[in-house]
Structure formats: C-alpha cells, structure tokens
C-alpha cells in the first residue's frame, strides 16, 4: 500500500516536470525569414538548367558524405542523393576537425549558383553560423 501511494504521487509529478522541462508546444516559435534571400527552402533537386538558390548541407565528403575513395577532406553540399564538388567557395577549413567544424557535423549553408556535372560553382555560398536563432 505504502508504495502504491508513492507510485500515485510519483506519476504526476514526473508529467509535471517533463512540461516544464519539455514544453507543451503551445509557444509556437517564429522564426524570421532571413533578410536578403529570396528562397527559404531546402534544395531537394536540380532544375534543367542547373541554377539553385536555397539551403544545402554541407559537409565533409570523406568524413560524413561517404567519398571514401577522396584522399583528403574537402567541403561538399549533398542534394537529394548526389554530393558535388564546391569551386570558388570562400571557407576557411583550419578548424575542420573541431566539434562543429566539417569534418564532424553536417552543417546547413545557403548557396546560390550552377551546377555543372558534378561541380557547384557557387556565387554565394555562406554557412549558417546557428539555425536556430
């Protein structure tokens, strides 16, 4: 009986808690489209005449996009299933094996330019610092 009333107060306490700690979901968070971009969604595919404009992720091709056959780290964006190359992209890679450099986390970018066999040829591309501010 003793552990029967504890097991009752327990419960609800732990819903309690989960809560406040979680959220109900009820703050619906509004994030701001970013200024000066024209498409806030992912690219998902590549249209015929291979001009995107949009977020990619991008990473590591050796470490985390599976170009196993690559002999050295090297920044790529991966759309849909197809990871391309990057020519003419501005990021430093000196902290690439930190915690979030690219050799170990995916990071989201907003890119825009053409794609052309395998390569993107980027005119803008800029790595989003922290997507959830």
């Known amino acids: ?24 979901g009820g703050c619906q968070i509004k994030n701001p489209s970013i200024e000066g971009k024209k498409n806030n969604n992912f690219v998902q ?28 780290c090297s920044m790529n964006i991966k759309i849909g299933d197809s990871i391309y190359n990057i020519y003419n992209q501005p990021v430093n890679h000196k902290d690439a094996h930190k915690v979030d450099g690219i050799c170990n986390a995916l990071r989201i970018a907003y890119v825009t330019g053409k794609i052309s066999y395998d390569t993107f040829y980027a005119d803008n591309f800029a790595l989003i610092e922290n997507p959830l501010d």
Not at 45 to 72: D, H, M, R
Request: aromatic residues 8%.
């Open 45 to 72: 595919t590549i249209p015929s005449t291979g001009e995107i404009e949009g977020f990619v992720i991008a990473s590591c091709a050796k470490c985390n996009l599976g170009k196993i056959n690559n002999k050295k």
């Open 1 to 24: 009986m003793k552990y029967k009333i504890n097991i009752i107060l327990i419960i609800p306490f732990l819903v309690l808690i989960n809560s406040v700690y979680a959220g109900c």
